[in-house]
């Protein structure tokens, strides 16, 4: 199954590609006045597509396709679960820090994770219990988090979106020590960047789907990170009527006391 997903995330990010480069691409906006383009919808049909081709039997749910009722999804002990082009923005600047991110999720825990960055070639990929790899032009390697030698003192490399402001990211910071930004597009190739130690941490604050996690979920833990929401406890997926996320953290070395980094948002109560 891990194979047929690379190849399935790479077919639909080479006609992403084909667009990207001529342009060949409409802009429109959603409900939620997200923006969503023509090579979206393409992408999300054609992975829609070849899922269906090779396991009929199992469910996908794709952020540009309809959503089944919860009344039904609920039901399901396992399901793809896909973001055709996570960093639409990215993409729409032309920035090329955009991603295929296709996931398997069983027993509403992701399994497996393929996260497809067409413009630097690489693909990320990950299955439970099984380590995480990147693949290249020229070599597959195993990867893994960035081990700090003083994890309680060194600096931390935050990986920080070029398109929203740093200050309400930084200003949930509560540590002394040096943090050095490095600005980036999507949330799944920040995910990545942690996983393969090109940088310690990445805090989400604003809307994203469970798409935008799933396949990241399973290659940064793997990597020996994790992903939480804001009161560190774990993301979960198909549990409720929304398929909305928290606010969420994306850690990687483990012995970084990351509550003495960020500050967590505890529910209040009266």
Not at 70 to 85: A, G, Q, T, V
Not at 153 to 160: E, F, G, K, T, V
Request: with cysteine.
């Amino acid at each position: 199954m891990l194979e047929t997903l690379k190849a399935i995330a790479k077919e639909a990010g080479e006609v992403i590609m084909t667009m990207y480069e001529r342009r060949d691409y409409k802009t429109s906006e959603k409900h939620d006045d997200s923006p969503v383009t023509t090579a979206d919808i393409i992408a999300s049909e054609l992975i829609e597509d070849r899922l269906k081709q090779h396991f009929p039997h199992i469910p996908v749910l794709s952020e540009e396709s309809d959503h089944e009722n919860y009344n039904e999804r609920r039901k399901w002990s396992s399901y793809f679960l896909i973001d055709p082009i996570d960093g639409t923005q990215e993409f729409i600047a032309r920035s090329g820090d955009f991603a295929v991110n296709i996931a398997y999720v069983s027993n509403n825990e992701p399994e497996m994770g393929v996260i497809f960055w067409p413009v630097g070639e690489a693909i990320y990929y990950a299955e439970k219990g099984r380590g995480a790899y990147k693949e290249d032009a020229v070599e597959r390697q195993k990867i893994s988090v960035r081990q700090l030698q003083n994890p309680e003192s060194d600096p931390l490399i935050i990986a920080i979106s070029r398109r929203q402001a740093r200050e309400p990211v930084l200003s949930r910071m509560q540590t002394q020590r040096d943090i050095q930004p490095l600005p980036t597009g999507s949330c799944s190739l920040k995910s990545c960047f942690i996983a393969e130690g090109k940088a310690d941490c990445f805090l989400r604050l604003g809307p994203t789907g469970e798409w935008d996690t799933a396949a990241s979920q399973v290659i940064v833990s793997e990597a020996g990170g994790r992903i939480v929401n804001e009161n560190f406890e774990p993301i979960t997926y198909n549990r409720t009527v929304s398929l909305l996320n928290p606010n969420f953290l994306v850690l990687g070395d483990q012995n970084v006391p990351w509550e003495e980094v960020f500050i967590a948002r505890r529910p209040r109560f009266r």
